[in-house]
């Protein structure tokens, strides 16, 4: 069994099996994941009985995001690998190719009026990086195929992506032991500044 974390935009928590089943999937949209993340997990687990000794691993969603969001996901991480739990991660923008999905544009609001943008035109990793928020349309004009962890218009959710096909993102995190850092909007430098 493996539990699935996800706090960069709302809470996402499930348990799957390798098999690629959910025996628990909860969205949550709040923005004070940091507030009820703990029990939620603890609710998660007993739901299905069992404790975070009985996991084969985490899988979890490093990014792009906010760093308070994220922080809150990575502590448990942190605290999850050192009791000897294997740990796996991707990226939100990841998901399509991980899906082969051949070609599109992942976009996720990044707050202060600038969207955090991924495009691609093949299964070769593309471009990413923030644009100002007046500049998206042009940005994504030529794509056809649309990405989002949210619900924005004329996207598809990554979130109901990984829902969907967690078998195959199951045996891509397997295959290549993916374990990526967080992915910040921006740098902490930057994130920070007065």
Wanted: hydrophobic fraction near 40%; proline fraction near 2%.
């Amino acid at each position: 069994m493996y539990l699935f974390l996800d706090s960069t935009f709302n809470l996402v928590l499930g348990v799957f099996t390798q098999e690629g089943h959910w025996l628990q999937y909860k969205k949550l949209e709040t923005k004070k994941s940091s507030q009820i993340i703990h029990k939620e997990i603890f609710d998660l687990l007993e739901s299905v009985s069992l404790n975070f000794g009985e996991l084969n691993g985490v899988v979890y969603i490093a990014g792009p995001g906010s760093y308070t969001g994220m922080r809150v996901s990575e502590g448990i991480i942190n605290i999850l690998e050192m009791e000897g739990i294997s740990i796996f991660s991707f990226y939100h923008y990841e998901v399509p190719q991980i899906l082969k999905i051949s070609n599109g544009a992942f976009y996720s609001k990044a707050f202060k009026k600038e969207f955090f943008v991924y495009a691609w035109n093949s299964l070769e990793c593309g471009n990413k990086g923030l644009i100002a928020e007046n500049d998206l349309e042009d940005k994504l004009a030529s794509y056809k195929r649309r990405f989002s962890m949210e619900e924005i218009d004329n996207t598809v959710s990554t979130q109901e992506l990984i829902k969907k096909n967690i078998l195959q993102v199951y045996e891509y995190v397997m295959k290549s032991k993916s374990r990526v850092p967080l992915y910040y909007y921006r740098s902490l430098e930057e994130e920070f500044k007065v």
